[in-house]
């Protein structure tokens, strides 16, 4: 992880004077008489306090701040393994969406839902199993290959599992924003479903965690809503590093709040994947950054700026904002 990021707090500190002097108290090596140690404020020992990495380290969950252009939240981000995490549920989510109204669970069998898009997709998804045992027996297809290709599917899906995946303060397919750490920490400790809460390490930081705690590190700041004008100033003006965060943080998100649509906009080959490896090659530097620079040329300002402002949309409407 990186450095965390510090707040430098300025304590004036004044030795007592006596009424009848105008001169500072002095010890017996005439030097300034040093403050005791309980005599600190607690200003500076809050600003330890929050420096203080040791609780995060131990649940293994990060408080994140998230810039959008709503205004600025505090929540928490987790990585663990895929097969360890219930997805958020975002069937109510998508109930209130116009958008996606017509997606519609039709069916439970042996615990796995059957999700249908509309009627002429499930007609063609139909025909396909219908056509596949047809289509294996004229390409010679054996029970033998099936039982190959079966073995195949597990192994990629074990590692599937293992692979460690993000989670958010979430719920029911919002992401929950507080606008204060007092707020984040009440929530915290108040026992109201979560997303999160299913990690083992949960309920430990429910008990310890305090406001001074939620002091989230460098890396963890992202800037949403800087990215669009940004990328609206031309080539000369793009911040490599909002950018490259910003695209982190979409990722993530989306992924943790199901928003297929921007993990799509994002994937690989994509337009803003480019201009994520680009803007990567140049922090890099060498003859890779001279390449970047030249990619990042090729990228119109106009295509990236609109295609980043449907992203942070499509955030900021899965956003509940906790006072």
Known sequence: MGNPKHTEVSVARQSPQRPDADEPELDDTTGPAEPDDADESDETGRASASSDRSLWDEVRIDPVE??????????????????????????ERDQDDPFLARRQVVED??????????????????????EEPSRRRRDGATDADATDDDDEDEDVADEADDEEVPVFLTHRGKLLLFKTPESLVSFIRS??????????????????????????LDEDTYEL??????L?????????????????AARDLS???????????????????????ALRATVNGGIGGFMG?????????????????????KISAVVDWRD
């Open 66 to 91: 998230i810039d959008l252009p709503a205004g600025t939240g505090f929540t928490l981000r987790a990585y663990r393994p895929a097969g360890e995490l219930t997805p958020t549920d975002v069937t």
């Open 109 to 130: 069998e042996d615990d796995e839902t059957v999700v249908i898009l509309d009627e002429e997709l499930a007609e063609e998804f139909a025909d396909s199993d219908e």
């Open 191 to 216: 026992g109201a479903p979560n997303d999160l809460s299913q990690l083992d390490s949960w309920n430990e930081l429910a008990e310890r965690v305090e406001p001074a705690d939620i002091a989230p």
């Open 225 to 230: 809503d800087l990215v669009v004008e940004n």
């Open 232 to 248: 609206r100033g031309g080539h000369d003006t793009w911040d490599s590093t909002l950018l490259i965060k910003a695209g982190e």
């Open 255 to 277: 992924y943790a709040l199901r928003l297929p649509a921007v993990l799509d906009m994002l994937s690989a080959d994509s337009s803003l994947d480019d201009l994520d490896e």
């Open 293 to 313: 620079r030249r990619r990042l040329k090729k990228i119109g300002a106009q295509t990236a700026s609109l295609g980043w402002r449907t992203i942070v949309g």
